[in-house]
């Protein structure tokens, strides 16, 4: 199926770059060094320049912290979308969003996609996308609220809790009048989940991608990298590349990611490796 975020639409057999842009002051990873709206639009000309096809704008942290109202949030990012849209008309923009009223502003904008990190916590944000012809992300938190850690989170099989929730979801945002080709879920590692749990996701990725549905997956530097290696934020994108390789091998579609080149040189080996994508040169043997 031809995988459409908003106006743009990309063959069954693309594997595509969504980079973090953040705008704001206290993100876990680049504390706050795109919160000035210029540094966010250099990051912005960074990850196109390195090959990104989507770019994803938050306004909101997703761990607990300082309550951002939602005039707040649309502060952060919607004349930043207006404006990273007049500059790049060729870029997926997404913006990470679980509110309507937010994703409404930014799609009036001109974002192509909402990112709803939070599980369909706002039920009337299908009705914004599907009135805007806008792609959705369908995460599973476990029905965690938003902006909350997980404490002693138990399924009886996570994985089969994540592809229920996520299909629920899409087939909600279907039946609201999202076209099926600008549905994809994601199962949303950290979220709702401990260490064990993201783990085991990552292990049968391939029984997500087997609903039909394009996976994205959401990696970078993630909790469960640093707890499984015991590193610190800063030291974890080889721990990311390796469960970025996993799940490339299981199929997924959108990477979401704070270092675009190195994930784009990982998810195209493996795909190669997996029969999916032909070596860019092959003459070793043949000249």
């Known amino acids: 199926m031809t995988l459409r975020l908003g106006r743009h639409r990309f063959a069954d057999d693309a594997t595509l770059m969504m980079a973090i842009v ?31 096809e989507i770019v994803d704008i938050g306004g909101i942290k997703a761990a607990p912290g300082v309550e951002i109202s939602a005039a707040e949030e649309k502060a952060r990012v919607v004349d930043f979308v207006a404006r ?5 008309p ?11 009223e937010v994703g409404a502003a930014v799609c009036e904008a001109g974002a192509d996609v909402l990112n709803d990190a939070w599980g369909g916590a706002d039920p009337e944000l299908v009705d914004v996308a599907a009135e805007h012809g806008a792609a959705i992300i369908c995460t599973h938190t476990g029905g965690a609220p938003p902006r909350t850690r997980p404490f002693r989170v138990e399924y009886d099989d996570v994985v089969a809790a994540a592809i229920a929730d996520t299909v629920a979801y899409a087939e909600r945002a279907v039946a609201a009048g999202v076209a099926p080709e600008a549905v994809v879920i994601d199962p949303a590692h950290d979220f709702g989940k401990n260490t064990f749990h993201s783990l085991e996701i990552t292990r049968r990725l391939d029984e997500m991608v087997a609903t039909g549905w394009p996976v994205l997956v959401s990696l970078s530097n993630k909790d469960f990298v640093g707890e499984t290696l015991d590193l610190p934020v800063g030291e974890r994108l080889l721990g990311t590349l390796a469960a970025t ?24 080996m493996t795909w190669s490796i997996a ?10 043997g043949l000249q």
Do not use: K, M
């Open 84 to 88: 990273v849209r007049s500059a790049y």
């Open 245 to 268: 390789a996993v799940c490339a091998l299981a199929g997924a579609r959108i990477y979401r990611v704070h270092q675009v080149a190195e994930t784009r040189q990982v998810v195209d």
């Open 90 to 100: 060729s870029l997926v923009i997404s913006v990470d969003t679980w509110r309507a």
């Open 22 to 52: 953040n705008r704001t002051p206290d993100s876990f990873f680049d504390r706050g060094a795109t919160w000035d709206e210029q540094a966010a639009f250099d990051r912005v000309a960074e990850v196109v320049g390195q090959g990104a």
């Open 275 to 284: 029969g999916r994508r032909p070596p860019r040169r092959a003459i070793r």
